[in-house]
Antibody, heavy 120, light 108 residues
């Protein structure tokens, strides 16, 4: 059974840092495209970042230069290092597995999400 | 960057048909996917590649895509279909995933 379990969320001050983890079971993280998607309170879904199975990495403009996506193949875990956090980064952060082919990409499995609150 | 536009809300009576649109420049040339998110829950994929349904999704859910508009159609709407619905595409020019702003479906 495919499972994704996020952790690492919490309260952090503006300008601070936080690292989110997403442990996977039932499949191999490194063989799949894996993304982070966030949702601010009462708002819609916003794609944040992806790491491809081949290692290519992409970021939304809103987080580029501040967030870093990575994975640990030995732990079958996805990470999101978040630096220089701002109030607008407050959101539930989901990790999600992408089903990808040459023409498109969609999310077939999602974690339960972890809440990040940026506030003084 | 590519933009997807959804109506903020759609209302429908039980048993009727709900249609949720997703507008984008020449979206008909892209593959569109749809998610359902009930309050306090994780998004669930309900339609992928315009009209395919994952296992467990009722046949009442269908999709279409042409020109500048993709549409999610829910037939014989039930109270349990009340949720936010999001369309999504992959923008090949930027390698970014793009979500629509979401539509709240209310069952009257």
């Amino acid at each position: 059974e495919v499972q994704l379990v996020e952790s690492g969320g919490g309260l952090v001050q503006p300008g601070g840092s936080l690292r989110l983890s997403c442990g996977a079971s039932g499949f191999t993280v490194s063989s799949n495209h894996m993304s982070w998607v966030r949702q601010a309170p009462g708002k819609g879904l916003e794609w944040v970042s992806v790491i491809h199975s081949g290692g290519s990495i992409y970021y939304a403009d809103s987080v580029k230069g501040r967030f870093t996506i990575s994975r640990d193949n030995s732990k079958n875990t996805l990470y999101l290092q978040m630096n220089s956090l701002r109030g607008e980064d407050t959101a539930v952060y989901y990790c999600a597995r992408e089903a990808f082919d040459y023409s498109s990409s969609f999310f077939d499995f999602w974690g339960q999400g972890t809440l990040v609150t940026v506030s003084s | 960057s590519y933009v997807l536009t959804q109506p903020p809300s759609v209302s429908v009576a039980p048993g009727k048909t709900a249609r949720i649109t997703c507008g984008g420049n020449n979206i008909g040339s892209k593959s569109v996917h749809w998610y359902q998110q009930k309050p306090g829950q994780v998004p669930v994929l309900v339609i992928y590649y315009e009209s395919d349904r994952p296992s467990g999704i009722p046949e009442r859910f269908s999709g279409s895509n042409s020109g500048n508009t993709a549409t999610l159609t829910i037939s014989r709407v039930e109270a349990g279909d009340e949720a936010d619905y999001y369309c999504q595409v992959w923008d090949s020019s930027s390698d970014h995933v793009v979500f629509g702003g979401g539509t709240t479906l209310t069952v009257l």
